[in-house]
């Protein structure tokens, strides 16, 4: 019998110590969140951690956990996936200080929130903390962008009625994390945020209807199309083995062990009569995107002069910061104003009490701040109730809400990709037609040859620093400095390539891509022979120290302190390099499988490019997706 091919395995392994919070990445702030769902493994009927608890007439908050338990469980972070050809293991490391300044910006996130007091923002020892809806939106990303699928490994948050966020994600740049803005996108995200019909708040509305986001979780289905976890077919002549198999044993087909049924909830735990007040303090307020921000409908406000105003139909500016916080994947306060300040810069709502502020001319995230759509806001948003306010904008056109695409518009696949709204809508497009691996391969394969541009730059950097002959100690903290990051980031350079191997370009990956066999051949037995050089961690807490200065010892009065000395920069001179590092020799492999690992992938980018260029985009601009949003395209600058 022929020995089963090596699997390949990928490795995610960093460790977060000193490093502030601030200056983690989002990506990684994520990962690190979902590792942290992902390993407390909750349930729906909570483990009590006091046998007195268990005596308490207290609600149950399905899927929670305690602070306590999250702290002790994000100190050690570790997964293993494994399928038929490759396996992942995803570590992470957290100092306990480190661990609860993350809990606490994941908090203020929207990704976790207090069930037992809605209002709560900060932490408290002994509270409970359940995961949002927009949580549970970003752990089923990571258990798609890692293949996790069948019922025994799939978490089971994700099959409840939690998980109903289809959540709006920014593209951001990926030296600096800011989002990514033009135009286009900021009238698609506008369109998204006043939603289809207007969503006025009552205390007797209805709850909203939950989107099933957990279909795909809880159908019972053979395997899960090559998903780590799945049932382990290597080939068709595999599947039909196993079934004569069976059929001689005369044994029934388990697809897999009994999993507990999940009674999904058609409500929401987070819809409340009055929690989901506009005018509310409640942590959370949204556990749907598809609504739209909450409206006021008849606003009666008073007046500083005691009077009483009604403000017809209108939003507040608190109302719009929340909708952002709890629908996109914004990651604090400050961002979601930024993002409703570049709105508010478009001219698509105005301030309905402007002389109650001395600033009216800017954004103002607050609950006593009133807006509500101007003309060009309303030729975007797709409402057809009739609303008092507007009476009071010019009705000269009849077609508001319908916008005409140019016909003569030539749009590129160029175009599409560099424009972060045409871009989601074109994801969206993707999605639909089962064909989104190709736009994350080329997303990932863009950003793995961005990080290997900045190590060959820091390179360089490292080479000229070896011919200096005199060692500051400013010098020697500059050479340390360029040291680490070279270490840091030429290992996440292999980490992301074995990463973008193990997911998509592996025979049997989770989202494997169709590739020539010359290349998957190619690229296999190169990510063979790297395999011995893949990172077994990243150390990111490593503090760069400037040499010790000598003691100082008492001189002689005509002795002058050797640290006072001058030297003749004449004298100075460039020298022959010196030998190899140790820093060197460790990172030299490295380099060398990236360097035939590169060109490999960008074979697989450029492929997948022109695949999208020929057969998706035609169907793009074609689509519902596009005819339907009353956003019109244009070549603009972002």
């Given at each position: 019998?022929?020995?089963?091919?090596?699997k390949?395995?990928?490795?995610?392994?960093?460790?977060?110590?000193?490093?502030?919070?601030?200056?983690?990445?989002?990506?990684?702030?994520?990962?690190?969140?979902?590792?942290?769902?992902?390993?407390?493994?909750?349930?729906?009927?909570?483990?009590?951690?006091?046998?007195?608890?268990k005596?308490?007439?207290?609600?149950?908050?399905?899927?929670?956990?305690?602070?306590?338990?999250?702290?002790?469980?994000?100190?050690?972070?570790?997964?293993?996936?494994?399928?038929?050809?490759?396996c992942?293991?995803?570590?992470?490391?957290?100092?306990?200080?480190?661990?609860?300044?993350?809990?606490?910006?994941?908090?203020?996130?929207?990704?976790?929130?207090?069930?037992?007091?809605?209002?709560?923002?900060?932490?408290?020892?002994?509270?409970?903390?359940?995961?949002?809806?927009?949580?549970?939106?970003?752990?089923?990303?990571?258990?798609?962008?890692?293949?996790?699928?069948?019922?025994?490994?799939?978490?089971?948050?994700?099959?409840?009625?939690l998980?109903?966020?289809?959540?709006?994600?920014?593209?951001?740049?990926?030296?600096?994390?800011?989002?990514?803005?033009?135009?286009?996108?900021?009238?698609?995200?506008?369109?998204?945020?006043?939603?289809?019909?207007?969503?006025?708040?009552?205390?007797?509305?209805?709850?909203?209807?939950?989107?099933?986001?957990?279909?795909?979780?809880?159908?019972?289905?053979?395997?899960?199309?090559?998903?780590?976890?799945?049932?382990?077919?290597?080939?068709?002549?595999?599947?039909?083995?196993?079934?004569?198999?069976k059929?001689?044993?005369?044994?029934?087909?388990?697809?897999?062990?009994?999993?507990?049924?999940?009674?999904?909830?058609?409500?929401?735990?987070?819809?409340?009569?009055?929690?989901?007040?506009?005018?509310?303090?409640?942590?959370?307020?949204?556990?749907?995107?598809?609504?739209?921000?909450?409206?006021?409908?008849?606003?009666?406000?008073e007046?500083?002069?005691?009077?009483?105003?009604?403000?017809?139909?209108?939003?507040?500016?608190?109302?719009?910061?929340?909708?952002?916080?709890?629908?996109?994947?914004?990651?604090?306060?400050?961002?979601?104003?930024?993002?409703?300040?570049?709105?508010?810069?478009?001219?698509?709502?105005?301030?309905?009490n402007?002389?109650?502020?001395?600033?009216?001319?800017?954004?103002?995230?607050?609950?006593?701040?009133?807006?509500?759509?101007?003309?060009?806001?309303?030729?975007?948003?797709?409402?057809?109730?009739?609303d008092?306010?507007?009476?009071?904008?010019?009705?000269?056109?009849?077609?508001?809400?319908?916008?005409?695409?140019?016909?003569?518009?030539?749009?590129?696949?160029?175009?599409?990709?560099?424009?972060?709204g045409?871009?989601?809508?074109?994801?969206?497009?993707?999605?639909?037609?089962?064909?989104?691996?190709?736009?994350?391969v080329?997303?990932?394969?863009q950003?793995?040859?961005?990080?290997?541009?900045?190590?060959?730059?820091?390179?360089?950097?490292?080479?000229?620093?070896?011919?200096?002959?005199?060692?500051?100690?400013?010098?020697?903290?500059?050479?340390?400095?360029?040291?680490?990051?070279?270490?840091?980031?030429?290992?996440?350079c292999?980490?992301?390539?074995?990463?973008?191997?193990?997911?998509?370009?592996?025979?049997?990956?989770?989202?494997?891509?169709?590739?020539?066999?010359r290349?998957?051949?190619?690229?296999?037995?190169?990510?063979?022979?790297?395999?011995?050089?893949?990172?077994?961690?990243?150390?990111?807490?490593?503090?760069?120290?400037?040499?010790t200065?000598?003691?100082?010892?008492?001189?002689?009065?005509?002795?002058?302190?050797?640290?006072?000395?001058?030297?003749?920069?004449?004298?100075?001179?460039?020298?022959?390099?010196?030998?190899?590092?140790?820093?060197?020799?460790?990172?030299?492999?490295?380099?060398?499988?990236?360097?035939?690992?590169?060109?490999?992938?960008?074979?697989?980018?450029?492929?997948?490019?022109?695949?999208?260029?020929?057969?998706?985009?035609?169907?793009?601009?074609?689509?519902?997706?596009?005819?339907?949003?009353?956003?019109s395209?244009?070549?603009?600058?972002?």
């Open positions: 019998m022929p020995e089963p091919p090596k390949v395995q990928g490795v995610v392994n960093k460790s977060f110590n000193t490093i502030p919070c601030g200056d983690i990445s989002v990506k990684d702030l994520k990962d690190i969140y979902s590792c942290l769902l992902y390993c407390l493994d909750l349930k729906a009927e909570r483990e009590k951690d006091h046998k007195l608890l005596l308490a007439f207290k609600t149950n908050h399905p899927y929670s956990f305690s602070l306590e338990k999250g702290l002790a469980t994000m100190q050690k972070l570790r997964i293993h996936l494994e399928n038929t050809a490759t992942i293991n995803i570590s992470y490391e957290v100092k306990a200080k480190t661990a609860r300044d993350l809990l606490q910006l994941f908090m203020n996130a929207r990704l976790l929130h207090a069930p037992e007091d809605k209002t709560r923002s900060k932490l408290k020892s002994g509270m409970l903390l359940q995961p949002t809806p927009k949580g549970v939106a970003i752990l089923s990303s990571f258990c798609s962008k890692y293949g996790i699928r069948g019922h025994n490994h799939v978490p089971q948050i994700l099959k409840s009625n998980n109903s966020m289809e959540l709006i994600s920014f593209e951001r740049n990926s030296r600096t994390g800011a989002i990514v803005h033009s135009e286009y996108w900021n009238k698609v995200l506008f369109v998204h945020l006043m939603g289809p019909t207007k969503n006025f708040w009552s205390p007797n509305m209805p709850p909203d209807e939950l989107p099933d986001l957990s279909r795909s979780y809880t159908e019972e289905t053979f395997g899960a199309a090559n998903g780590f976890g799945s049932f382990e077919m290597a080939s068709q002549d595999s599947f039909y083995a196993f079934l004569n198999e059929r001689a044993s005369a044994q029934p087909i388990e697809l897999e062990q009994p999993v507990e049924k999940i009674e999904k909830d058609p409500v929401s735990p987070f819809h409340h009569r009055f929690f989901t007040n506009p005018d509310s303090d409640s942590h959370v307020q949204y556990y749907v995107s598809s609504k739209g921000v909450r409206l006021f409908h008849n606003k009666v406000v007046k500083p002069d005691g009077s009483k105003e009604n403000m017809g139909t209108c939003f507040t500016g608190k109302a719009l910061v929340q909708w952002l916080l709890d629908c996109t994947d914004v990651f604090s306060h400050d961002e979601a104003v930024r993002v409703a300040g570049l709105l508010w810069n478009l001219g698509l709502f105005y301030l309905l402007g002389e109650d502020f001395p600033n009216a001319s800017k954004f103002i995230p607050r609950r006593n701040a009133y807006y509500f759509l101007t003309k060009e806001g309303t030729r975007l948003v797709p409402w057809t109730l009739p008092k306010n507007l009476t009071q904008l010019d009705k000269e056109s009849e077609t508001w809400g319908v916008v005409q695409q140019s016909p003569t518009l030539q749009i590129s696949l160029k175009d599409v990709l560099e424009d972060p045409m871009k989601y809508q074109f994801r969206t497009h993707l999605v639909d037609e089962f064909s989104v691996e190709n736009l994350e080329y997303n990932d394969i950003l793995l040859e961005k990080k290997f541009k900045t190590l060959k730059k820091l390179l360089k950097l490292k080479e000229r620093e070896k011919m200096f002959l005199l060692l500051t100690p400013l010098r020697a903290k500059r050479k340390a400095t360029i040291s680490a990051a070279v270490i840091k980031l030429s290992t996440d292999l980490s992301d390539a074995f990463n973008i191997y193990t997911a998509y370009l592996a025979q049997g990956a989770p989202f494997e891509l169709n590739i020539n066999s290349l998957r051949t190619d690229i296999s037995r190169k990510m063979v022979m790297s395999e011995q050089h893949a990172p077994k961690e990243v150390k990111l807490n490593a503090e760069i120290q400037a040499p200065p000598l003691p100082k010892t008492d001189l002689p009065a005509n002795k002058k302190d050797p640290s006072q000395l001058t030297l003749d920069l004449q004298s100075i001179k460039l020298v022959d390099p010196p030998a190899p590092s140790p820093t060197d020799n460790s990172i030299a492999p490295i380099l060398e499988s990236l360097a035939g690992i590169m060109p490999l992938y960008e074979e697989v980018k450029s492929h997948v490019f022109e695949l999208m260029a020929k057969d998706s985009l035609p169907k793009f601009l074609e689509s519902d997706i596009l005819k339907e949003l009353p956003v395209i244009t070549k603009q600058t972002k």
